[in-house]
């Protein structure tokens, strides 16, 4: 079962498939959404503590609705 992004109100539409750009793309996201900084810190943690690509696009569309164009 898909589990709804934390934050679906948060939309990140990015036309690259760099995990990296995804990480500073959903980091913008959630601070033009004024969510805690500690919050967005826990984010950052999880994404870059992840082992590849794949799973740091999971944890990003784990906190916000992703669109990979």
């Known amino acids: 079962m898909i589990m709804p992004p ?6 990140v539409r990015l036309h690259s498939h760099n995990p990296l750009a995804l ?3 959903v ?13 967005i810190h826990r ?3 999880e994404a870059m503590g992840s082992p590849g690509p794949e799973q740091i696009r999971d944890v990003c ?3 916000a609705a992703v669109d990979l164009c």
Not at 6 to 11: E, L, S, T, V
Request: glycine fraction near 0%.
């Open 27 to 39: 980091r913008l996201a959630l601070r033009k959404s004024d969510v805690d900084a500690a919050e």
């Open 43 to 45: 984010f950052t943690s």
């Open 61 to 63: 569309a784990a906190w």
């Open 6 to 11: 934390r934050y679906p109100d948060i939309q």
């Open 23 to 25: 990480v500073s793309a």
